[in-house]
C-alpha cells in the first residue's frame, strides 16, 4: 500500500522554464510534508516543508502549494536552472503525534534541467 | 562540521554473509533514523534509535534485521544470512531531537551477489 504517490516519474524541462512535481496521500493524519532534493552519490536534503495550515509556502525560486481538501500537494521550481538536475522526493509524516520522525516518501522525481 | 557519516559507501556480499552498515550522525545529535531504498522506490522507514534505545522498529523486517545506538560509536545495522532482495541504498539519518529535520547521510549501497 502506497500511502504517498508522486507523479510524474520523471521530468525534463528547459532552462527558466517552471518544473511541477506532484504528490497525493492517502493517510489524513498526515500534517507535515517536506521536499527533498537528492544529487546522485549524496542523500536526500531537506529543500522546503509545509503544514495543512497554509495552503502555499515560497522559499526562493521553490513554492509548496497544498490542497488539503483533494490531499494533494505539489513543488513549483521556478525559472528551472541546470543545477536544479536532481531526483526529488516528497514525504509525509504525523508532526503532532508521536511518531513524527517516520517519514514516508513517495517514489520520486528525476528532473533534468536542459541548458 | 561534518554531517552525517556513513561506510562503507558500497559493500558486496555474497548470499548468506553478514552485512554491517555504520552510521555516524551529525555533532550534538542523539537520535539515528535508518531507511531503505529499493530499485525505483522511495526510502522507507526501518528504525528510529536513540542512544542505547530502540524506539520504534515497526519497518524492520522481523528476521535477519538488526540495528543498534550503542552508548559510544556508530549506529550499527546489521543484516544476517543476505539475500538477493536485500540488494538496496540504505540511508541513515539523524536529528537533534524528535521531531526536528532529518539531516541524512550519503547512504551504503549493499549489492548482493
Known amino acids: 500500500q502506497q500511502q504517498v504517490k508522486q507523479s510524474p516519474q520523471s521530468l525534463i524541462v528547459q532552462k527558466g522554464g517552471i518544473s511541477i512535481i506532484n504528490c497525493a496521500y492517502e493517510n489524513t493524519a498526515f500534517d507535515y510534508f517536506p521536499w527533498y532534493q537528492q544529487f546522485p552519490g549524496k542523500g536526500p536534503a531537506l529543500l522546503i516543508a509545509i503544514r495543512p495550515d497554509v495552503s502555499e509556502k515560497k522559499e526562493g525560486r521553490f513554492t509548496i502549494s497544498f490542497n488539503k481538501s483533494a490531499k494533494q500537494f505539489s513543488l513549483h521550481i521556478m525559472d528551472s536552472q541546470p543545477g536544479d538536475s536532481a531526483t526529488y522526493f516528497c514525504a509525509a509524516s504525523i508532526y503532532s503525534g508521536g511518531s513524527n520522525y517516520k517519514l514516508t516518501f513517495g517514489k520520486g522525481t528525476l528532473l533534468t534541467v536542459n541548458p | 562540521n561534518a554531517g552525517v557519516m556513513q561506510n562503507p559507501r558500497h559493500l558486496v556480499r555474497r548470499r548468506g554473509q553478514e552485512a554491517r552498515l555504520r552510521c555516524s550522525p551529525m555533532k550534538g545529535h542523539s537520535h539515528v533514523y535508518w531507511y531503505r531504498q529499493l530499485p525505483e522506490e522511495g526510502l522507507k522507514f526501518m528504525v528510529y534509535?536513540?542512544?542505547?534505545?530502540?524506539?520504534?522498529e515497526s519497518g524492520m523486517p522481523k528476521e535477519r534485521f538488526s540495528a543498534e545506538f550503542p552508548k559510544e560509536g556508530p549506529s550499527i545495522l546489521r543484516i544476517q544470512q543476505v539475500v538477493r532482495g536485500d540488494s538496496a541504498a540504505y540511508f541513515c539519518?539523524?536529528?537533534?531531537?524528535?521531531?526536528?529535520?532529518?539531516?541524512f547521510g550519503p547512504g551504503t549501497r549493499l549489492t548482493v551477489l
Open positions: 539519518a539523524s536529528s537533534a531531537k524528535t521531531g526536528l529535520e532529518q539531516f
Open positions: 534509535l536513540q542512544k542505547e534505545n530502540i524506539i520504534d
